[in-house]
């Protein structure tokens, strides 16, 4: 199907992912890419318009990360974003300095409301500011838009080019009318007519999977989470019985959750699957002995997984097709081109180098989370299972802090089970994007029955969040959190301490490792 496509060009910004999604929300399906994509490639991919996010260099520095200046002449609308702006203005003859004044943070913008980009905005907007340079001189045949006090140049256009750009984050919630910019440029300037929809992503997949599939045999990676769940039922619903499901029980998982994946997608469950339940937790515990830093962990369990995997699939037979349920967000944050990693998602930058397969489908990789809930709406999965606490690949694997033991993956599962049981009776777990107990590797005295002990801390997590790329600590009523510290102390051998992560996302990430 020909689908519009709108392109995010990535120079290190810690918001690339947002701008996708904000411009998914306009119902045009958008892709991050590096910054250094060629000119042949963006001209292949005809997209209607293209992004440049902020980053962290100065375009004037040795560290500049620059793209080619002739995509300015593809005749494609360029929408330039904090270093976006400052690199279109430096490449096109305008001059970037570093500024008198920074800014940081909610910043009052005047703005031009004849400007194509800001129809519709205020004259005067509160917008999300985050730079030392800016913008001292526009180049020839650019107009300036927006200003601040001490920003002369705050946006700027040349619309006989269809080139724009604004030095503050329209993406962020903090700019108050910020989606009605990026809906501007996306749906008026691109000329785009923002059709793409939940319903026609899940019938072309479909397609696309029984053609690249034929007459092969399928292994998907069943972990009962959200993400698995959905590409179970997409391939199901793609080849049948040609797709069998493998769910290992690393040892990892929440407490009873093995039965409870076993109950919904196993033989007395609804769909009707090839299910195979591997019950494998001795042999991760071996391979994870000893082991400290978090990114070994998540590869350890990542190649751990694809080797039960194939010696799964040697025993059913020739398989063909290894299925996973990576969406957007693992792709980007295990390392986008030159992008930071973040952090290795068992599922991409954890698998090892070799695989015996021949090929990996994943169906989601182009989606969020919000979108593959939709997804698993519509194809009919229950919105109790759409909509259930995510749980990452690598389990209680990171949300341990340092080594990973039977021991203290009980106290975790049994703290974990005790916080999630409270929210849900208190009421407060509505709004909440995910919340869970993790163990920290901090022990230290306390006092219980007269005696003292030499337990383990646990840390409540809890994050409101639409899409997980950013995130807020919610705020549990504080009654609520001194019954689950209460119970945990009580109830959980092992841990005599109750810590609350108040951090958000960025700086933080939502899971420990």
């Known amino acids: 199907m020909e689908r519009e496509t709108v392109i995010v060009l990535d120079f290190g910004g810690q918001y690339n992912q947002l701008i996708a999604r904000r411009v998914r929300e306009c119902n045009v399906y958008c892709e991050v890419h590096p910054y250094d994509l060629s000119l042949e490639q963006i001209r292949e991919m005809n ?9 962290p260099n100065s375009v004037y520095g040795e560290g500049a990360v620059l793209c080619e200046k002739e995509i300015f002449d593809l005749g494609i609308p360029v929408l330039g974003i904090c270093y976006g702006s400052q690199l279109m203005a430096h490449l096109l003859g305008g001059r970037v300095t570093s500024a008198p004044v920074s800014e940081y943070g909610k910043t009052e913008v005047i703005v031009d409301q004849n400007a194509a980009l800001f129809a519709g905005v205020s004259g005067k907007t509160i917008c999300w500011m985050s730079h030392t340079d800016y913008i001292e001189k526009v180049p020839a045949d650019f107009t300036v838009t927006a200003h601040t006090p001490v920003c002369p140049a705050a946006a700027m256009e040349c619309p006989e080019r269809k080139l724009y750009a604004v030095q503050f984050h329209p993406e962020v919630m903090h700019t108050v009318e910020g989606m ?15 059709d793409w929809k939940m319903d026609a992503f899940v019938e072309t997949t479909i397609q696309a999977i029984r053609a690249k599939v034929g007459t092969g045999r399928v292994l998907c990676a069943l972990s009962g989470g959200v993400d698995s769940s959905v590409a179970a039922v997409l391939l199901a619903r793609a080849v049948g019985k040609q797709l069998t499901c493998v769910f290992v029980d690393h040892g990892l998982l929440r407490k009873n959750e093995g039965d409870e994946v076993e109950a919904v997608f196993g033989p007395a469950g609804p769909y009707d699957l090839n299910f195979i339940r591997v019950n494998a937790q001795e042999r991760f515990y071996e391979k994870l002995a000893g082991v400290m830093e978090p990114e070994q962990k998540r590869k350890i369990i990542g190649e751990e997984f694809i080797r039960v995997f194939e010696e799964e699939a040697k025993k059913i037979g020739a398989v063909d097709f290894l299925v996973q349920g990576t969406i957007y967000p693992d792709v980007i944050e295990s390392g986008l081109g030159k992008s930071a990693v973040i952090k290795s998602h068992h599922n991409v930058g954890g698998l090892p180098d070799y695989v015996d397969f021949k090929e990996i489908i994943e169906p989601l990789r182009m989606l969020f989370k919000d979108e593959v809930r939709k997804a698993g709406l519509e194809l009919g999965i229950p919105e109790h299972l759409v909509f259930r606490q995510p749980f990452p690949g690598p389990g209680l694997g990171i949300r341990i802090i340092g080594e990973v033991t039977a021991e203290k993956v009980r106290m975790v599962q049994e703290a974990d089970y005790i916080y999630r049981e409270e929210i849900a009776k208190a009421g407060v777990d509505q709004g909440l994007g995910q919340y869970f107990a993790a163990l920290t590797n901090m022990r230290s005295v306390g ?18 969040t639409s899409d997980f790329m950013t995130a807020e600590a919610a705020q549990i009523p504080w009654e609520v959190l001194g019954k689950v510290t209460n119970r945990i102390v009580n109830e959980v051998k092992g841990v005599n301490r109750v810590l609350y992560d108040c951090t958000g996302k960025p700086p933080a990430t939502v899971e420990l490792e």
Do not use: H, Q, S
């Not at 997209?47 to 980053?55: D, K, Q, S």
């Not at 009605?180 to 923002?194: D, E």
């Not at 005696?451 to 409540?460: G, M, N, S, W």
């Open 447 to 464: 006092v219980m029955g007269d005696e003292r002990t030499y337990d383990y801390a646990v840390a409540l997590r809890a994050v409101e």
């Open 180 to 194: 009605t910019m990026l809906r501007n440029f996306v749906l008026n300037i691109c000329g785009c007519r923002g």
């Open 47 to 55: 997209p209607r318009g293209i992004i440049f996010t902020g980053g």
